[in-house]
């Protein structure tokens, strides 16, 4: 959130909640904000797992708490006074996920959970989202990114073994987490109204990850999805 002497503050919120996050948002659309980034997420080997409020722990944090805070926020990022108007980042998997084909017939990927599955669908609905949104707000930024890898605390949740040796390929691999973060950020706020996907680079990509984007974009992928978030909405 940017002010005219350059402070910010930091608000606590349980993104395993969509009550929480609603909360949240609803604090900030009132006092107004320029930029939403979204980053949380976990790393683990878990099977579907559901939050109380019915959906499956990854896509909660990955996707749906993203979505609905991006959605709730959207009104007042578009009244920004910020120079080339509010923008919304989420920091996943732009351009590198897989498209997944189960949006209609296994949308919450109950029925054919994997990682792989769980993954794919996070990254592709966050394309579709945020396809979507920029059209119901053309004056807002909506990017997606994929950072690469980074050296942060992903993946606290592995098992000790797994996590000691993810935890040795980042000292010795990974970005530094301040250099990715002022890369992308650099691309990203370079970066006009519109939908955008851009690389751990802070360039852009193409805008579809595949010709399936296009025909979700034209299916009830929208609608089905503001039904499953209608409480919260």
Known sequence: RQRRDGDHSFHQVDCFSLDSVKAMAEAHAATGIDL?????????????????????????????????????LAPALGRSAMEGGGKVLSVLSAGVHAPYLGYESDPEVKEGYS???AADAAGFYTDLAMDKLSQLHPKV???????????????????????????????CLATPLDKAGMVLSEGWMALGPGFHLIDKN?????KVCSPA???????TFWSN???RLKPWL
């Open 225 to 227: 999805l503001q039904d």
């Open 115 to 117: 990682l792989k599955n």
């Open 202 to 206: 802070g360039k852009p990509t193409p």
């Open 36 to 72: 939403l980034v979204l980053s949380q997420g976990m790393g683990t080997m878990q099977s579907y797992t559901p939050t109380r409020d019915g959906f499956d722990q990854k896509l909660q944090l990955h996707f749906y708490s993203r979505v609905l805070l991006a959605q709730l």
């Open 141 to 171: 930024n909506f990017t997606h990114c994929a950072p690469g890898f980074v050296n942060t605390n992903w993946g606290a949740e592995l098992p000790a073994l797994m996590r000691g040796f993810t935890r040795v390929m980042q000292a």
């Open 213 to 219: 984007h296009a025909t979700a974009m034209n299916s």
